[in-house]
């Protein structure tokens, strides 16, 4: 499937940003990324910080470093997925992620936001996210949102009031947010 559409939106979105120091598009080199970070929900419940300032870049568990972009790095997705694991392992580097079958109710009822500067930039329930039987396991972000390089920004999941996930089993799951990298 080709991924001009979402090439296209990309350089609408740097085009319509303001010019506090962001370099006119064509001085701007755009990649394909796919930034992943893999979670272990194991108790969890209320609303998480899926990232912080503490979040290192590990090799199987996320590409992210801290909870601010590298400077020069803008990153717009343009889809999003998530995956849980296949099996009860603490360890969510070693972990098999797959898109078969549902996910337990405290996750197929949460919700992700993505928030940067007073904006929230994706706000989705993960039932969006997750759906093994769609053609494409992205979910498409028609908006194009624009996570801005040296800004903090937040990862939240915030699952729904006086419900979690057991504490008896571990449980990882894996977001991935296809995106393009634009570096200056």
Not at 117 to 131: C, E, F, I, R, T
């Amino acid at each position: 499937m080709s991924r001009k559409a979402q090439l296209l939106s990309a350089v609408s979105t740097l085009k319509a940003k303001d010019n506090k120091g962001i370099p006119h598009v064509g001085r701007v080199a755009l990649t394909d990324k796919t930034l992943y970070l893999n979670v272990n929900v194991k108790g969890q419940g209320g609303t998480i910080q899926l990232i912080d300032v503490n979040t290192k870049r590990e090799v199987g568990v996320t590409n992210l470093d801290g909870n601010k972009l590298n400077a020069g790095r803008d990153y717009i997705i343009d889809g999003i997925r998530v995956l849980k694991g296949s099996t009860a392992s603490a360890n969510v580097k070693s972990e098999v992620y797959v898109a078969t079958g549902t996910l337990i109710e405290a996750l197929q009822n949460a919700e992700i936001r993505i928030k940067q500067a007073g904006n929230v930039l994706v706000d989705m329930p993960m039932s969006d996210l997750y759906n093994p039987n769609a053609q494409e396991l992205f979910r498409n972000i028609s908006t194009s949102p624009l996570i801005v390089s040296n800004q903090e920004f937040e990862f939240e999941i915030e699952y729904p009031r006086g419900v979690a996930v057991s504490g008896a089993a571990d449980l990882n799951i894996r977001f991935e947010f296809r995106a393009h990298q634009a570096k200056v």
